[in-house]
């Protein structure tokens, strides 16, 4: 993996020819919005596919995922705009896996509010051990009380086989 630091006069195209790596896999794995307005000293993550799969009529995830003998949250990690899609499009690639591990062993822990943007929080879940989530308050009474409700963040939490904690604050 190598990240590249936007230099003066560089465009995605120069950059991805350096590379050798398409410009649409450039702009899809950096969730880069104005490709045409990069700004110098911007960081961009430059990883080697080390396996695709070309997309056929009626492909799944889940069967793309038993066809190479990964799980569908695998391929989410290394697909994370699919996270935004109900379905994918015959002739798109997907990377199966990379040169470089995009899983690492070290537990992490987000945390959010129970308002959150849904499509962000499925996005960062696949990357997570553990979900914080700030939906109680502690009076100065001692009573627990809920700022909103949890149930949709907790399942949403384990689908995607991060562990809910409960956070409490006063």
């Given amino acids: ?3 590249h630091v936007v230099q003066p006069d560089e465009t995605i195209y120069s950059i991805s020819d350096y590379y050798q790596i398409p410009v649409d896999r450039l702009i899809l794995e950096n969730g880069i919005t104005n490709p045409g307005n990069l700004a110098v000293g911007q960081t961009i993550v430059i990883i080697q596919p080390e396996t695709i799969h070309a997309v056929k009529a009626g492909d ?17 990690r290394n697909n994370p705009y699919l996270s935004d899609r109900v379905s994918m499009y015959a002739g798109e690639t997907i990377v ?3 040169q470089t591990n995009k899983l690492r062993t070290v537990a992490t822990n987000g ?4 308002y959150i943007d849904k499509s962000v929080l499925i996005k960062t879940l696949p990357f997570l051990t553990y979900l914080s989530i700030f939906s109680y308050r502690v009076t100065k009474e001692g009573e627990i009380v809920p700022y909103a409700e949890d149930t949709e963040l907790v399942n949403l939490a384990k689908t995607y086989g991060a562990a809910p904690l409960l956070f409490v604050s006063s």
Avoid: D
């Avoid at 799944?60 to 990964?70: D, G, K, R």
């Avoid at 945390?111 to 129970?114: K, R, S």
């Fill in 60 to 76: 799944t995830l889940e069967s793309i995922a038993e066809q190479y003998n990964v799980s569908p949250m695998e391929l989410l």
């Fill in 96 to 98: 199966i896996s990379y």
């Fill in 111 to 114: 945390y959010t509010f129970p």
């Fill in 1 to 3: 993996m190598v990240i």
